[in-house]
């Protein structure tokens, strides 16, 4: 399994920006395709976006294409969330998964290595 630690999120204002990190541990991260999800009150788990272990293949939700980008630095074993253009409805936790099966998904049941979640909250 992959040990992932998300850096802290916060608190930004309708229109800003966040980069949101995950420092993974573990031998299979370099072939691991890796995801973020949320979690906003009262909602259901929603996928966020994917990233393929070449960092080749990258996979959006509609609601944030356009707006987030993610990356992967394999050297560093992190993966990156950036999001720009952040609206109050993007306000949720949001967590790190890792896929070591490499499979480029937006079903959470697809991973077997959680983080612990960030708060990411969007003011209007």
């Known amino acids: 399994q992959v040990q992932l630690v998300e850096s802290v999120g916060g608190l930004v204002q309708a229109g800003g920006s966040l980069r949101l990190s995950c420092a993974a541990s573990g031998r299979t991260f370099r072939s691991s395709a890796m995801g973020w999800l949320r979690r906003a009150p009262g909602e259901e788990r929603e996928f966020v976006a994917a990233i393929g272990w070449s960092d080749c293949r990258t996979y959006y939700a509609d609601s944030v294409k356009g707006r987030f980008t993610i990356s992967r630095d394999n050297a560093k074993n992190t993966v990156y969330l950036q999001m720009n253009s952040l609206k109050p409805e993007d306000t949720a936790v949001y967590y790190c998964?890792?896929?070591?099966?490499?499979?480029?998904?937006?079903?959470?049941?697809?991973?077997?290595?959680w983080g612990q979640g960030t708060q990411v909250t969007v003011s209007s």
């Open positions: 998964a890792a896929d070591r099966l490499g499979r480029l998904s937006s079903r959470w049941t697809t991973y077997d290595s």
